[in-house]
């Protein structure tokens, strides 16, 4: 069964330029979470999706946003990027909204802004 | 800002001994998490620890949640090469206005054989 998928796996992107990051979830998971990881940091929560809906949402700026699509893939929209956006940002998904179920991670996109 | 401290940041150990790391915050949490995490891969999930009090065994591997389920342990007996990675707890909350999930700062172990 193929786990969390995420694309691209590596972007180099300009400062200013924007990006779109995509995450498929295991199949049958309907809630999908977005985390940036700093390097040497832990993951910081930035949104989770539930059956389309937003369920929750971390201390990020306005140029974050995201989506979740009717086949509950979802995607990562991040605008006018800066150099303190690059980061590993990882996609997790879960069978349930509630936060007591467990969550599987992809294997990340690396973004580098330049 | 980081609601969940870890400690210790680093540990380097010989094969066989034990450990424990430790998982602190002021605040109360739904429940927590533990995962594990290697270069260039996501976290993997070791364990979810809902009420407080409780204690997971996993092999080697002992994880409690405390009483007032604000902080959390992690400890491994016998130590092998395999454990070495980025250990990460995760504080869940449910709140009012959605979820929240908070990671600690990292335990980087490494075990020499």
Do not use: M
Not at chain 2, 11 to 23: A, D, F
Request: proline share 5%.
């Amino acid at each position: 069964d193929a786990g969390v998928t995420q694309s691209p796996t590596h972007l180099i992107k300009t400062r200013g330029q924007h990006v779109t990051l995509r995450c498929s979830p295991i199949s049958g998971h309907k809630s999908v979470s977005w985390y940036q990881q700093v390097l040497g940091q832990g993951p910081q929560f930035i949104f989770q999706y539930y059956e389309k809906e937003e369920r929750g949402r971390g201390n990020f700026p306005d140029r974050f946003s995201a989506r979740q699509f009717p086949n509950y893939s979802s995607e990562l929209n991040v605008n006018a990027l800066l150099l303190g956006d690059s980061a590993l940002y990882l996609c997790a998904s879960s069978s349930s909204w509630h936060p007591n179920y467990g969550y599987t991670f992809g294997s990340g996109t690396r973004l580098t802004v330049v | 800002t980081q609601l969940l401290e870890q400690s210790p940041q680093f540990l380097s150990i010989q094969e066989g001994e034990n450990l424990t790391v430790y998982c602190n915050s002021s605040s109360v949490f739904s429940s927590l998490q533990w995962y594990r995490q290697e270069p260039g891969e996501g976290p993997v999930l070791l364990v979810t620890v809902v009420t407080g009090g409780e204690v997971k065994k996993l092999k080697r591997l002992t994880f409690q949640f405390g009483d007032a389920r604000k902080d959390s342990s992690l400890h491994i007996t016998a130590a092998q090469p395999g454990d070495t990675g980025l250990y990460l707890c995760a504080g869940l909350s449910l709140t009012d206005t959605g979820n929240q999930f908070y990671f600690g700062t990292g335990t980087s172990l490494t075990v020499i054989p």
